[in-house]
C-alpha cells in the first residue's frame, strides 16, 4: 500500500483519526505488514509486547486460558493496553489466517505522550476494555441513548394545588399521591413549585406553623422542557440553571409532569438497584407493574455497553422473580403463601430468557392446604392477567398458573411426574423437560426439590427412557451445509432466507445438555452451569465444554441483538435472524457454532445410540 492507502486506513480506525498529518504520516512509515496462519500465537500472556496490531483481513482471538474474552476482525486493532502497561495479560491468536499492519511500541509510546486527544482515549479506556469488548456496533447503539426523548425517561406526575393550600395538607398530597415535587398556581395562574426538600429545610428547621401557607416556601421562575425535547438537552438546561428538575410541556403547551436528576441518572445508566428497590418497596400492583416495564430499557442499555448475554439474562431473571414474588405476595390468599410453590420453567427457569416471550409458571400446593380448587383457580387466573398487563405475554401452550394441569397438590405432581416417565410420549417428554427446568420463585423452594429428587428416583430406574428423551434432538437439523453454508427451509416463505437460531442450535445445546444432566442427577439448571458441572463430572472434556459455552453464548447474543432491532423498528420478536443482517465476522462466529453444535449432537447420538432408538 502507498503512504496515502496507509494514512487513509489508519484514519478509519477510531480513535487514530486524532493523529495529527504529521503523525499519521510517522505511524505510515514505521508500518510493517505480516501474514500470519491460522492458530498461530501472536503474542503470549505474560509476553512484553513489542507492537501494536492493525487488522487489514483475518480474525484474532484473545483468549485467558481457553475463554475467549474478545475477538478482533478487519479494520480493527491489539492491544495497546499490553504495550501501555508492558506486559501481556491475555493470549492472542489467530482464528483463521491473517494479514496485519504492524507499529513498533516505540512509535506508538512516543506519539502517545504527544497527542493529548489520544492519550487521554487509551487511559480512560483501559478498565472498560479490561472488562468488556465495547465494538463499534454496541457504541452506535449507546449513542441512539443520547437522542433518546423526556418522555421516554421516567417523568413524575404533575400536581397543581392553590398557592394558598395549608403546608399540613401539602404534604398530606404528596404522601397520598407519592410525588416529590408539588406546583402550585396563585390566583393570577402564576407558577410555584415546592420540593419535599422544601418542607424539610424551610418548615422544620424554622418551626414553621403547619396550617400556614404552602406558597411560603415555594419557589418561583420555572424552567420548562417540552416532552419531545431530547433528554441531553433537558440535563443541559438544568446544568446551565442550577437546577435540579424542570416541568415538562407537552406541544399543546399544558403541563403534564416533572423531571428530575434522578431520572435522568435512572435512564443514562441501567440503575438496576434502584429498580429492585422500586420492586421491593412497591405498594401496590401498578408501581410493580410500572418497575416491571422498565427491564426492555435496561436490557438495551447493557447490550449497548457490551455487558455479556449470560449477565445480562442472570440479572433480568432475577428482577422478573422478584416482579413475580411480589405480585405473589399481594395478591395470593393468605394459607397459599406458606403453603405453595410458585415456579417459572422452560428458558425462564433456567435464567435464560432475556426478553420476555411468553408465561412458562406452575403452582405446587402443598396436599395438607385446606383452599378450595375453585378458589385457587380463582386466583391463579387473575395472577396470570395480571401478569399479561405487565407485559409477560401468554403461553402458547397454555403452560400457566391458570391452567388446572399447572396447578396442583403435591401428591398430584408426583403422579403426574411417575405419568411422564413412565409413558414416553412426545407431550410428556416435553413438560418432563419443562417441570425439570423450574425453578422456585417463592421461599417454600423445598416443596420444589422434593418433586425434583422424584424425579431422579423414577427415571434411574429407566435406562431406555434417557434415550427416548433425548432422541427429540434428531428432529432438528442444524442449518449449515456441508461446504459452510446456511441451509434455509425453502417450505418456510414467510421466513425466506432466515434461520430458527432456536431449533438450528439453542435448542440442541439445551436439550443435550439437560438429557445429560438429567442422567446425572443433577439439581443445577442453568445451560453455562450445566456444562460445566459435566465437565467436572468427566462427562465433558474441559476443551469442548469451554466451545460449547462460548456457541451458546453467541447464539444468543445474535438472538436478542436481532430481537432488539425487531423491537425499535415495530416488528414481533421471534427466534429468526438473517445471516444478510451480519457482518462477516458474525457469519463466521455463527458457522464456527453451529459446527460445535453439530458436534455435540454426534455425541449425543453416540452416547445414547439414537440411530437405534
Known amino acids: 500500500m502507498s503512504i496515502l492507502e496507509q494514512t487513509t486506513f489508519l484514519k478509519s480506525i477510531h480513535p487514530f483519526e486524532n493523529l495529527t498529518k504529521a503523525q499519521l504520516e510517522k505511524f505510515a512509515e514505521a508500518l510493517d505488514i505480516v501474514y500470519l496462519k491460522k492458530d498461530e500465537i501472536i503474542q503470549k500472556q505474560g509476553d512484553e509486547p513489542e507492537n501494536i496490531y492493525f487488522i487489514l483481513k483475518g480474525l484474532v482471538q484473545e483468549k485467558h486460558e481457553d475463554e475467549v474474552l474478545s475477538i478482533y476482525s478487519n479494520?480493527?486493532?491489539?492491544?495497546?493496553?499490553?504495550?501501555?502497561?508492558?506486559?501481556?495479560?491475555?493470549?492472542?491468536?489467530?482464528?483463521?489466517?491473517?494479514?496485519?499492519?504492524?507499529?513498533?511500541?516505540?512509535?506508538?509510546?512516543?506519539?502517545?505522550?504527544?497527542?493529548?486527544?489520544?492519550?487521554?482515549?487509551?487511559?480512560?479506556?483501559?478498565?472498560?476494555?479490561?472488562?468488556?469488548?465495547?465494538?463499534?456496533?454496541?457504541?452506535?447503539?449507546?449513542?441512539?441513548?443520547?437522542?433518546?426523548?423526556?418522555?421516554?425517561?421516567?417523568?413524575?406526575?404533575?400536581?397543581?394545588?392553590?398557592?394558598?393550600?395549608?403546608?399540613?395538607?401539602?404534604?398530606?398530597?404528596?404522601?397520598?399521591?407519592?410525588?416529590?415535587?408539588?406546583?402550585?398556581?396563585?390566583?393570577?395562574?402564576?407558577?410555584?413549585?415546592?420540593?419535599?426538600?422544601?418542607?424539610?429545610?424551610?418548615?422544620?428547621?424554622?418551626?414553621?406553623?403547619?396550617?400556614?401557607?404552602?406558597?411560603?416556601?415555594?419557589?418561583?421562575?420555572?424552567?420548562?422542557?417540552?416532552?419531545?425535547?431530547?433528554?441531553?438537552?433537558?440535563?443541559?438546561?438544568?446544568?446551565?440553571?442550577?437546577?435540579?428538575?424542570?416541568?415538562?410541556?407537552?406541544?399543546?403547551?399544558?403541563?403534564?409532569?416533572?423531571?428530575?436528576?434522578?431520572?435522568?441518572?435512572?435512564?443514562?445508566?441501567?440503575?438496576?438497584?434502584?429498580?429492585?428497590?422500586?420492586?421491593?418497596?412497591?405498594?401496590?400492583?401498578?408501581?410493580?407493574?410500572?418497575?416491571?416495564?422498565?427491564?426492555?430499557?435496561?436490557?438495551?442499555?447493557?447490550?449497548?455497553?457490551?455487558?455479556?448475554?449470560?449477565?445480562?439474562?442472570?440479572?433480568?431473571?432475577?428482577?422478573?422473580?422478584?416482579?413475580?414474588?411480589?405480585?405473589?405476595?399481594?395478591?395470593?390468599?393468605?394459607?397459599?403463601?406458606?403453603?405453595?410453590?410458585?415456579?417459572?420453567?422452560?428458558?425462564?427457569?433456567?435464567?435464560?430468557?432475556?426478553?420476555?416471550?411468553?408465561?412458562?409458571?406452575a403452582l405446587i400446593i402443598d396436599d395438607n392446604c385446606s383452599l378450595s380448587d375453585e378458589e385457587i383457580l380463582k386466583f391463579t387466573h387473575e395472577y396470570t392477567e395480571y401478569l399479561v398487563d405487565f407485559g409477560f405475554p401468554r403461553c402458547e401452550g397454555n403452560i400457566m398458573v391458570s391452567n388446572p394441569y399447572w396447578c396442583r397438590r403435591q401428591k398430584d405432581y408426583k403422579d403426574l411426574i411417575y405419568e411422564w416417565i413412565t409413558q414416553p410420549s412426545g407431550d410428556n417428554f416435553m413438560n418432563l423437560a419443562i417441570f425439570y427446568d423450574a425453578m422456585a420463585v417463592n421461599e417454600n423452594r423445598a416443596m420444589l426439590t422434593e418433586l425434583k429428587e422424584y424425579i431422579f428416583k423414577i427415571g434411574s430406574t429407566s435406562k431406555t427412557f434417557y434415550m427416548h428423551f433425548a432422541k427429540i434432538i434428531m428432529d432438528f437439523d442444524v442449518p449449515l451445509g456441508f461446504f459452510d453454508g446456511f441451509v434455509f427451509d425453502s417450505k418456510n416463505k414467510e421466513h425466506n432466507n432466515e434461520i430458527d437460531i432456536k431449533k438450528g442450535g439453542i435448542f440442541i445445546i439445551v436439550q443435550s445438555i439437560r438429557t445429560l444432566s438429567l442422567e446425572y442427577k443433577s439439581m443445577r439448571l442453568n445451560t453455562i452451569k450445566r456444562i460445566k458441572e459435566l465437565q467436572e463430572k468427566g462427562e465433558l472434556d474441559e476443551e469442548f465444554a469451554s466451545e460449547l459455552i462460548e456457541a451458546f453464548k453467541f447464539l444468543l447474543t445474535i438472538k436478542l441483538k436481532s430481537n432488539l432491532e425487531k423491537m425499535d423498528s415495530g416488528e414481533v420478536i421471534d427466534n429468526y435472524i438473517n445471516p444478510d443482517n451480519l457482518n462477516t465476522m458474525e457469519k463466521d462466529l455463527l458457522k464456527d457454532s453451529f459446527k460445535i453444535v453439530n458436534r455435540l449432537k454426534k455425541k449425543l447420538e453416540h452416547h445414547y445410540k439414537l440411530n437405534y432408538v
Open 75 to 361: 479494520n480493527e486493532f491489539f492491544d495497546p493496553i499490553s504495550l501501555i502497561e508492558n506486559y501481556s495479560k491475555h493470549t492472542f491468536v489467530t482464528a483463521q489466517e491473517t494479514i496485519c499492519y504492524v507499529l513498533a511500541k516505540e512509535v506508538f509510546i512516543k506519539t502517545l505522550r504527544e497527542n493529548s486527544l489520544l492519550e487521554s482515549f487509551f487511559f480512560q479506556s483501559i478498565s472498560q476494555k479490561l472488562n468488556a469488548n465495547i465494538n463499534n456496533e454496541k457504541n452506535k447503539e449507546l449513542s441512539n441513548l443520547m437522542v433518546a426523548k423526556v418522555k421516554e425517561a421516567n417523568v413524575h406526575r404533575a400536581i397543581v394545588l392553590p398557592y394558598e393550600t395549608s403546608i399540613f395538607d401539602a404534604v398530606t398530597t404528596i404522601k397520598k399521591e407519592k410525588v416529590p415535587t408539588l406546583l402550585l398556581k396563585d390566583d393570577e395562574n402564576k407558577m410555584y413549585i415546592v420540593t419535599d426538600s422544601d418542607f424539610r429545610e424551610k418548615v422544620i428547621l424554622n418551626r414553621m406553623d403547619f396550617d400556614d401557607i404552602v406558597g411560603k416556601i415555594s419557589n418561583e421562575g420555572l424552567v420548562y422542557v417540552n416532552e419531545n425535547d431530547f433528554l441531553f438537552n433537558a440535563q443541559l438546561i438544568m446544568a446551565k440553571h442550577g437546577l435540579k428538575r424542570v416541568v415538562v410541556k407537552n406541544d399543546n403547551d399544558e403541563i403534564c409532569g416533572i423531571i428530575d436528576q434522578i431520572s435522568l441518572s435512572s435512564f443514562f445508566a441501567t440503575h438496576t438497584f434502584s429498580v429492585s428497590n422500586t420492586i421491593a418497596k412497591a405498594e401496590t400492583i401498578e408501581e410493580l407493574k410500572k418497575a416491571s416495564q422498565s427491564f426492555t430499557k435496561i436490557i438495551k442499555s447493557l447490550n449497548a455497553k457490551g455487558v455479556k448475554v449470560d449477565f445480562i439474562s442472570k440479572l433480568i431473571n432475577q428482577l422478573n422473580r422478584n416482579v413475580m414474588d411480589k405480585l405473589f405476595k399481594m395478591t395470593a390468599p393468605k394459607e397459599l403463601l406458606t403453603n405453595a410453590c410458585l415456579v417459572v420453567m422452560g428458558s425462564e427457569g433456567r435464567g435464560e430468557q432475556i426478553l420476555k416471550t411468553d408465561q412458562d409458571n
